[in-house]
C-alpha cells in the first residue's frame, strides 16, 4: 500500500518543532538546589568547586561553604555575631566580621577575616575600631572600603597575604566604595566629584586612572574580568541598563536596557552582577519579579537562566556554573545552574528591540515621503531630451537640496535615537507631565524630520524648469521646507521681453516689467548647458543679453 505523504509531511515537521520546543524551553534542565535549610542562606560567592554564603540557621549570619564535587555543605565561620559579603579565592575565604567592639557601649564594627580552606586556619585581615565592608580577592590582594578616615569619606583599603602588609589606594576626597580586583587592577565607584564614576589603580604601577567620565546613576556595581568591565544602572522609574568597558580598546559599549517596562521593583536588594570570560549576568525585572538573565559578549546571545515566578538574585559565576539567592521556597536558599545544559533563549533582546525601533522611527519618518510618492504630490518629470527643443522638455534639478533635506532630517531623528537609547530615563514614572513632555518633543521632532524627507523627495522627483512651445515653467521650493511663497513661476513666451544671462542665474523679463529667475545652481549640471541654449534659441523672437 502506498504511503500517505500528505500525511507524514505535517507529522514530521510538528515532530521537529516538538523537539526543538523541548531542546530549548524546557525550564531549569541545568537547575539544582545547593542549600535546603529552612532558615535564610543568601549572597553566595564561587571560586572553582567552593560555594560559599551568608547563612543564618543560627540566629545570627555565618559563613558557610559547600562542595559541588563531594555535595557537602561545611561551616567556615560559626561566631556568634554576624558575618557579611563572603568573596573566594582558590582556598582563602574573606567577609566581613562583627565579632570585635565596644561590649559596654554596644558599638560594634565591620572589620575583615579570612579563612584558608587547606589549613581551616581562620585569621585577621585588618582589625581597626572603624567600618571596612565589601571585600573583594584574587591572588594575594584583598580590598575593601574603610571607613577609618570618615571625615574624609570612604577610602580603598588593600591586603597582602604574602607580606602581611596594609596598604591604602585612594586618598581623593568623598566616597570611593563598591571596590573589584583581577589581576593587578583595582576599580571601584569614585564620588570626588560628587558624581559615580568608575576609577582604576594598577597595583604594579601604582598608577591611578579614570574609567568612566559620566554619572552612573544609583547602585552602579562594576564587576571586572580580564580587560571587560561591567556594570548596572537602575533608574528610578525600574529600567535596567547594563554597560560595559574594554581596557584595551579604551571603548565603552552598551550590553542591555530595557525600552520599555510594565512594573517597578519595590527595593533594589541583590543588584549586583557578574562576569566570567564572555558571560555577563544581571538582575533582571522585566517579567515583574526579579530573575537571573545572562548575554554572551563573543556571540552577542541574551539568555534567561532563572524562570520562577518568586525572586532570584545576587547572581555569582564561575566557569559554567552559576548561584543566586533564590526566594521559591518562602525563605532565601542558593540554587545553582549548569550553563551547559541549554538555557531559555531571548528572542527580542536589546539589539533586536534596537533595529525593530529604528525600523519603526524610520517608517515614521519615511511614511510622508511614502505617501506623496504614491499620491504622485510631486510634478511627474519627463525623460530629459539632450539633442533638440521639443515639447515638453524638463531640466532637472540639482541634487544638493535633497541632499541638505536629508542631513537636516537626520539632527531631529539622531536627537530622538540617542535620548531613547542612551539615556537613563525620560522622566520618573510619577512625573506624569513630564513625560507627556518629552513624548509631545518626540512627536515634534519626527513631524520636522518627516516634513524635511518629504522635501527631499519633491527635490528629486520634481524638474526645476519644464519648457514647452507656450510658455516656461519655474517649480521652486514654495510650501516644501516651510517657506511660504507660489510653488512654480510661470511666464508665457509672448510675454518675455528680454532675456538676461548672467553668471549664476538666468533673468526672464515680462513685457509688463515682471521679473523671473533662473538659478543656474540649482540646475542639475548635466542640464545646464542645455538649458541655455534652449533660452537662447527660443521659439520666439525674444532680445538677449549676456
Known amino acids: 500500500m502506498k504511503p500517505n505523504t500528505k500525511r507524514a509531511i505535517p507529522f514530521t515537521v510538528f515532530l521537529i518543532m516538538g523537539l526543538f520546543l523541548f531542546l530549548f524551553f524546557v525550564e531549569g534542565s541545568g537547575e539544582f538546589q545547593i542549600t535546603t535549610d529552612l532558615c535564610n542562606q543568601s549572597n553566595p560567592a564561587i571560586y572553582g568547586d567552593i560555594v560559599v554564603w551568608e547563612d543564618e540557621r543560627n540566629g545570627n549570619k555565618d559563613i558557610y561553604g559547600y562542595n559541588l564535587s563531594t555535595q557537602k555543605e561545611f561551616p567556615i565561620c560559626i561566631d556568634p555575631h554576624d558575618q557579611y559579603h563572603p568573596a573566594i579565592y582558590k582556598d582563602i575565604v574573606v567577609w566581613e566580621d562583627h565579632r570585635f567592639g565596644d561590649k559596654d557601649t554596644y558599638q560594634y564594627y565591620w572589620d575583615i577575616r579570612g579563612y584558608d580552606l587547606s589549613t581551616q586556619e581562620e585569621f585577621p585581615i585588618t582589625i581597626h575600631k572603624s567600618a571596612q565592608e565589601d571585600p573583594a ?31 591604602k589606594i585612594t586618598t581623593a576626597p568623598e566616597d570611593q566604595h563598591s571596590p573589584v580586583i583581577y589581576n593587578n587592577i583595582v576599580i571601584w565607584i569614585d564620588e570626588r566629584t560628587l558624581r559615580g564614576e568608575i576609577y582604576g589603580y594598577n597595583l604594579s604601577t601604582c598608577q591611578e586612572s579614570q574609567i568612566t567620565t559620566r554619572d552612573l546613576g544609583w547602585w552602579s556595581y562594576p564587576v571586572m574580568y ?4 561591567v556594570w548596572g544602572e537602575w533608574t528610578l522609574d525600574g529600567r535596567t541598563i547594563i554597560d560595559g568597558y574594554n581596557l584595551s580598546k579604551s571603548r565603552e559599549f552598551r550590553i542591555f536596557r530595557d525600552f520599555f517596562y510594565l512594573c517597578r521593583p519595590e ?27 545572562g548575554y554572551n559578549l563573543r556571540t552577542q546571545k541574551e539568555f534567561q537562566i532563572t524562570t ?25 536558599d542558593i540554587y545553582g545552574f549548569n550553563l551547559l545544559s541549554p538555557a531559555t533563549p531571548v528572542f527580542f533582546n536589546y539589539r533586536m528591540k534596537l533595529v525593530f525601533l529604528v525600523i519603526f522611527c524610520g517608517i515614521l519618518v519615511a511614511l510622508p515621503a511614502l505617501i506623496s510618492v504614491c499620491r504622485e504630490a510631486y510634478v511627474k518629470r519627463t525623460a530629459p531630451e539632450r539633442t533638440v527643443f521639443e515639447e515638453p522638455r524638463d531640466f532637472r534639478r540639482s541634487i544638493i537640496p535633497s541632499i541638505l533635506c536629508v542631513l ?8 530622538i535615537l540617542y535620548d531613547i537609547i542612551h539615556h537613563i530615563t525620560v522622566a520618573s514614572s510619577e512625573l506624569f507631565l513630564n513625560v507627556v513632555m518629552s513624548i509631545l518633543l518626540y512627536f515634534v521632532h519626527f513631524f520636522l524630520s518627516s516634513y524635511l524627507i518629504y522635501g527631499a523627495v519633491w527635490f528629486k522627483r520634481t524638474p526645476y524648469v519644464r519648457m514647452t512651445n507656450k510658455e516656461i515653467t519655474i517649480f521652486t521650493h ?33 513685457s509688463s516689467g515682471r521679473k523671473v529667475e533662473i538659478h543656474l545652481l540649482l540646475v542639475d549640471r548635466r542640464d545646464k548647458e542645455d538649458l541655455v541654449q534652449a533660452l537662447r534659441h527660443s521659439p520666439y523672437n525674444v532680445s538677449s543679453s549676456l
Open 267 to 293: 527595593t533594589y536588594e541583590g543588584m549586583r552582577l557578574a562576569i566570567y570570560e564572555d558571560i555577563v549576568l544581571w538582575v533582571d525585572y522585566r517579567n515583574c519579579n526579579w530573575d537571573i538573565y
Open 408 to 415: 537636516a532630517a537626520a539632527v531631529p531623528l539622531s536627537f
Open 308 to 332: 520562577d515566578s518568586h525572586d532570584q538574585y545576587s547572581p555569582a559565576l564561575y566557569s559554567n556554573i552559576v548561584v543566586w539567592t533564590d526566594e521559591r521556597n518562602g525563605n532565601t
Open 137 to 167: 580577592i584574587y591572588g594575594d590582594y584583598v580590598i575593601w572600603e574603610d571607613e577609618r578616615e570618615w571625615r574624609n569619606g570612604k577610602d580603598i583599603y588593600g591586603y597582602n597575604l604574602l607580606t602581611e602588609e596594609e596598604f
Open 226 to 229: 580580564d580587560e571587560i568591565i
Open 478 to 510: 514654495g510650501k516644501i521646507i516651510f517657506i511660504r511663497g507660489k510653488r512654480k513661476e510661470v511666464i508665457n513666451w509672448h510675454n518675455i521681453k528680454e532675456i538676461n544671462f548672467k553668471k549664476t542665474k538666468v533673468e526672464l523679463i515680462s
